[in-house]
């Protein structure tokens, strides 16, 4: 997933990266669905499709992410991101999530070291303060998705991903000064219209009552 993306991200902006990297939450309620017996409600389905309609919008038919291996790039890169949700689900059943933190990142680190040494160079000063960053970051990012689809179904958590396209957005905007287009303006409020509503459904469900 990392490999991928990190190919995806050196050709295309950001927002496209993550517009195609939206198919993700429908990948994860049909792993759910298949993998997990998971049952997702009507309003789920259509928050996830609504979703997808915004990012068809947002991305345009024809656009390069489609037809450029950086675009095919990212969308591998949600297909194994749905599976590690969904395995992350199915582990937690039997392993801590300490166990599962370790053992992901002990993979992550060995992985892409024995991918990174034919083209290895050496990291320069300047640069280690944002290996360090990206460390932390990405550590606490892992931890908190691990807990989320610890403690929550897939199916529901997934819809929490269209909220990233808020934060592609303004970080295009903020560090690179690239405004949004009125299609990817129209096609995130669509995603975002459609993610508050499963939420809303989501908070307006009956808790279950534990009894002593």
Same mark, same amino acid.
């Given at each position: 997933?990392?490999?991928?993306?990190?190919?995806?991200?050196?050709?295309?902006?950001?927002?496209?990266?993550?517009?195609?990297?939206?198919?993700?939450?429908?990948?994860?309620? #049909? +792993? @759910?669905?298949?993998?997990?017996?998971?049952?997702? /409600?009507?309003?789920? !389905?259509?928050? $996830?499709?609504?979703?997808? *309609?915004?990012?068809?919008?947002?991305?345009?038919?024809?656009?390069?992410?489609?037809?450029?291996?950086?675009?095919?790039?990212?969308?591998?890169?949600?297909?194994?991101?749905?599976?590690?949700?969904?395995?992350?689900?199915?582990?937690?059943?039997?392993?801590?999530?300490?166990?599962?933190?370790?053992?992901?990142?002990?993979?992550?680190?060995?992985?892409?070291? #024995? +991918? @990174?040494?034919?083209?290895?160079?050496?990291?320069? /000063?300047?640069?280690? !303060?944002?290996? $360090?960053?990206?460390?932390? *970051?990405?550590?606490?990012?892992?931890?908190?998705?691990?807990?989320?689809?610890?403690?929550?179904?897939?199916?529901?958590?997934?819809?929490?991903?269209?909220?990233?396209?808020?934060?592609?957005?303004?970080?295009?905007?903020?560090?690179?000064?690239?405004?949004?287009?009125?299609?990817?303006?129209?096609?995130?409020?669509?995603?975002?219209?459609?993610?508050?509503?499963? +939420?809303?459904?989501?908070?307006?469900?009956?808790?279950?009552?534990?009894?002593?």
């Amino acid at each position: 997933m990392l490999v991928l993306l990190t190919l995806g991200y050196r050709e295309l902006p950001l927002a496209n990266a993550y517009t195609l990297y939206f198919i993700a939450p429908l990948l994860i309620t #049909l +792993l @759910a669905w298949r993998v997990l017996g998971e049952k997702v /409600s009507h309003v789920q !389905w259509k928050g $996830i499709l609504g979703g997808l *309609v915004g990012v068809v919008i947002a991305l345009r038919p024809g656009a390069d992410g489609f037809s450029n291996w950086a675009g095919v790039a990212i969308l591998g890169a949600a297909l194994c991101y749905a599976g590690l949700a969904v395995l992350t689900r199915l582990g937690s059943r039997t392993d801590s999530k300490e166990s599962l933190m370790f053992w992901m990142a002990l993979m992550m680190a060995a992985v892409p070291s #024995l +991918l @990174a040494l034919p083209d290895w160079a050496p990291v320069r /000063s300047e640069h280690l !303060w944002l290996l $360090i960053a990206l460390a932390v *970051v990405g550590f606490l990012a892992q931890l908190a998705i691990t807990e989320a689809f610890r403690y929550g179904q897939a199916s529901v958590v997934a819809p929490f991903e269209y909220t990233a396209l808020a934060w592609g957005l303004g970080v295009d905007w903020f560090v690179w000064n690239v405004s949004p287009g009125i299609h990817t303006l129209l096609g995130g409020t669509i995603i975002l219209a459609f993610g508050i509503n499963v +939420l809303r459904h989501e908070m307006s469900r009956p808790k279950p009552v534990c009894l002593k």
